[in-house]
Each structure stands twice: as C-alpha cells, then as structure tokens.
C-alpha cells in the first residue's frame, strides 16, 4: 500500500475527488435507519490519511483547495439563509447572547478542568478549538505543536458529540410549531353585502392570503385586481396558509363546489421559471404584472418551500412562479419572466466572485482588544456577506443573490471539498496526539468542553426559547461552527430551510466568541 498512498501524495487532485467519491458511498450506507451523509466525507479522509501515515506516507490536500471549498460553502449558505435571517435577527438576538454564556461556560470550566490535569494554557486552548471544532479559534492560539495536538485529539469528539446533539434535537422535529404552514387554494361563495375589496381582505389577514381569479354568478372567470369588489353571488379562488384561507370562508361565505380553476378558456395558469436577470430582485408589486398583462403571481416555490405570492414578496432567479394570465396574454407573460431552464442553474458569477472577495476581506480585518487583535475569519466573512447579498437581492441592475437551486448545488459541493481537505489534516495530526501519550487526558478535557456546550445549547434553546427540533438542529451546527454538523442536519431532514436558518442565526457570534476565548486562555 505504501506504493499506492505515494502515488495518491503525488496527486493531490486526485486524493481529493477519490476521498469524496468514496467517502460520499460510505455515507448512503444505513444502519438502523440513520446514514452519515457526507460527513462520511471527513471520517474517510481522516481514517485514509491515518492508514497513510502508519505506511510513513503522509497525505495532504493543498489548504487553498480547502478555504476555497469552506468560503464557497459559507457564501453559498448566507445566500441561503439571508432572506430569512434578518427577520429571525430581530426577534433571536437573546439565542446568541445565550450561546456566548453557554460557550463562555464551556471555556471556563476546561481551564479549570486542564489546570487540574496538569495541562498548559496553550495545551488547553488547543482542545477547547477542537472540541468545539474551529480551525480559526486554533489559528488564534498561534497555532504552535502543544495547540494543534490538543485540537487534534479533541476534534472526532466535537464531530460526534455535536452530532448526537442535532440527532437529539431531531427527536422532537415531528412536533415543531415552526413548520410551514401548507399553502393552499380553495373556491369561496362570496355571502357577505359588505363588498370588501381584495386589499381589504388581505390587509385584514396579515397580506398573508391573495386571490387567483373570481367568477361573477354564471360568467367567466376574472383575473382579480387589488381594488376588485366581491359582492353576494362571486365566486372567488383564495390562495395562502390553510388556516387563513379558512378563517377567509368564514368571514365572506362558505366553501363552494364550483371550481372555477378548470374554465381555462378566458383566464390560464402555468407555472414559469424566473430566470431573467431584470425581474430579480424585485418585488411582486413592482413587477407591474397586472397594469401590463392583466396577469398575476399566486404562488412562489423556492426550492421545495411554498409561499403566497403577495405584493411585498421579493422574487429570486430560479423561483418557479404560478401565474395567472389572459389565455392571449400568457405567452407574452412567460418572455417578461423569461421561463429558463437555465435561471435554476444560473450561478451568477459576478455576485459570487465578488461576494466572496469582499467576504474575505471583511474575515481579514483585525480588530483590536485590550493587549492583542483578532479576525473573524474567511468563512465567517463569507456567511455575512452572504446574507447580506441573500437578502437586499439587487443593488441598482446588479443581481446579488443566486438561484435557490445553484446556491445549494454550491454549498454542498464546497462543503465535501473542505471535509475532505479538514479530514486528511486532522488525520495526520491524531497519529501524532496518539504517539505524544498525552492524548487520554485532551480526550477527556475535550469531551468535558463539548458535553457542555453542545447539551447547553440543546437544553436552553429546547427549554427556554422552545426552538424547534428542525431549526434547533441547524442552531447546533452553527453553535459548534462546524459544517460537517450542518452537513448531518441537512441530510436528515432533506434540506429543510430552517435548518440552514438555525445554523446562520448563531454562527457569526459563535464564531468570534470562540476566537476571542482561545486568546483569552493562551494568555493565562
């Protein structure tokens, strides 16, 4: 073998897509139910470069190859998560605070924990970087061998530890209040003489409710204006959340039987892919859609999440849009929205590279603290600059988000590229812990460090906040700043959009928390 791991040394490409490849087989394999994902990704590389290393080869995939992928995965993330986040921001500042104590206390009790081990500061501050598995916190340390040997014995706890974590968490996923309502629509008998108009109607219901088309008593269906008037005897279609478009029968009639969905003769509907640049970005109402075409946008899916299409909601290139339209307006509809199949894969390289640039250069900034300085750190740049883009969407005719689908396909490819990368260094580096004999008593710390943080975080945002098992899974992964962790959350729940949200929530503070603390105890 050692032939063969000399050859694989020489190939540092190769080694990486062959770690990828093998470790991502090794993820589908199921036992009880439960597959690792592509976190297999960084234990085949970890347990691939040990082997190396026993054989007196070691093996290295170039760091560059691994920020690329950590940068492109956080960017890509914070795109994501960024229409989302600022909205939960406003509300969530409490859970970040509440994830600074609980790593404050996890940090206070392994100084006091190593100190009595007999341990150095630097031995320590080594661990407590990897028990909670962040490479720029063992950056802060200054990096020297007693830091990185404590970091590599600690990290596979840290992994796992947080993985039992959001496995915890998911136990309760069945029951999360969070969950997206389902949208629907429904054919309502207008009963009432008070002759609302739609506006009324959705202003009453948070705007969370709009309306696809209505049939005055026996003739065709209208398209529905925002000063269009129900009087008793229409018949209109109510799209939104299931409770509301109830709570709508209720106050303007009953459910009716006739379903003026299926007379396409006048009034046609089609779904359409957003993929022209000018209209991304933008919101439904200033789309003009109705004073252009007589037409409108009902509903709105992003990746497999469904909203209602009212005037506020900002489209994104890739979104698939219902819309309704004059059968001779919507072939003049679909080429104002474009209806590509190339928006969905559209990686809009201009927003990527030069988010990605700005991102590194904002984690590059040194900021400085009483005696010393510290950055957050290319990847924590990248995630706020992703969110950022993520939400404003356009600057001018600048497009600054992706396609929810080309956004996804990124992440998770950046993420196997970095826990392959992450994978081979940590491998190398646990043969040495082992061979030093120190190793039992940084295992031990290590775990200390990371029970508590991670069932802290657990107990507190379950108990206290009453998150969500779906959305407190991501919180963990963003908790331990780890994407391998997100990696496993999203593979158990499909991609669930609260996840990713969860996790951008509290990573930013988690991130720089962790760094300052690792400075904190090398100077002890």
Not at 66 to 92: M, Q, Y
Not at 257 to 267: G, Y
Not at 357 to 374: C, M, R, T, V
């Amino acid at each position: 073998m050692r032939a063969v791991f000399e050859v694989l040394a020489a190939q540092p490409v190769l080694l990486l897509f062959l770690i990828v490849g093998f470790g991502a087989l090794v993820g589908r394999i199921r036992i009880g139910g439960v597959s690792l994902g592509a976190v297999a990704v960084l234990f085949a590389a970890m347990g691939l470069n040990a082997w190396s290393v026993s054989q007196g080869v070691t093996l290295e995939i170039p760091a560059s190859m691994g920020d690329i992928g950590l940068v492109v995965f956080a960017f890509c993330t914070g795109v994501i998560a960024g229409p989302g986040f600022f909205h939960a921001l406003r509300t969530s500042y409490p859970m970040m605070l509440a994830v600074a104590g609980i790593l404050l206390l996890a940090a206070v009790a392994g100084v006091g924990l190593g100190l009595w081990m007999g341990l150095t500061p630097v031995e320590i501050a080594g661990t407590f970087a990897g028990a909670l598995t962040n490479t720029p916190a063992l950056a802060a340390t200054g990096g020297s061998a007693e830091a990185t040997v404590g970091y590599a014995s600690a990290y596979v706890l840290g992994v796992v530890g947080a993985m039992g974590a959001v496995a915890l968490a998911l136990r309760h996923s069945r029951t999360d209040t969070d969950a997206p309502v389902p949208i629907v629509d429904k054919p309502i008998a207008i009963d009432t003489t008070s002759l609302p108009t739609a506006t009324e109607i959705a202003r009453r219901h948070g705007n969370r409710i709009t309306f696809s088309r209505m049939s005055a008593g026996e003739g065709p269906a209208e398209a529905v204006g925002p000063e269009t008037a129900f009087g008793p005897g229409d018949v209109v279609n109510v799209v939104g959340p299931r409770d509301e478009v109830d709570a709508v029968a209720t106050e303007l009639g009953h459910t009716s039987t006739i379903d003026i969905t299926r007379d396409r003769t006048h009034l046609d509907f089609r779904r359409i892919i957003l993929s022209d640049p000018q209209r991304a970005g933008r919101r439904i109402g200033d789309l003009g859609l109705r004073e252009r075409f007589g037409a409108s946008i009902v509903r709105v899916r992003r990746g497999d999440v469904e909203f209602v299409g009212t005037p506020d909601f900002e489209l994104h290139l890739g979104d698939r849009l219902r819309v309704v339209a004059p059968t001779a307006t919507m072939p003049e509809v679909t080429a104002f929205l474009g209806d590509s199949e190339r928006g969905l894969a559209d990686i809009n390289p201009t927003a990527l590279g030069l988010g990605i640039a700005i991102g590194l250069l904002i984690g590059s900034i040194h900021i400085p603290i009483p005696g010393a300085h510290f950055s957050i750190g290319y990847a924590a740049g990248a995630l706020v600059l992703g969110l950022v883009l993520g939400r404003i969407g356009r600057i001018g005719p600048l497009v600054t988000s992706l396609p929810h689908t080309a956004a996804t396909v990124l992440a998770e490819f950046g993420l196997l590229v970095f826990l392959a990368f992450a994978g081979t260094k940590a491998g190398s580096l646990i043969v040495a812990a082992i061979v030093s004999g120190d190793v039992l008593r940084l295992l031990g710390l290590g775990l200390v460090i990371t029970v508590i943080a991670m069932l802290g975080v657990y107990l507190v945002m379950r108990h206290v906040f009453r998150v969500g098992g779906t959305r407190l899974a991501g919180v963990v992964g963003g908790a331990q700043t780890n994407p391998a962790v997100l990696a496993f959350a999203n593979g158990r729940t499909g991609y669930d959009v609260r996840v990713a949200l969860g996790y951008a929530l509290v990573y930013p503070a988690a991130m720089v928390v962790k760094i300052l603390l690792a400075q904190v105890i090398v100077g002890l």
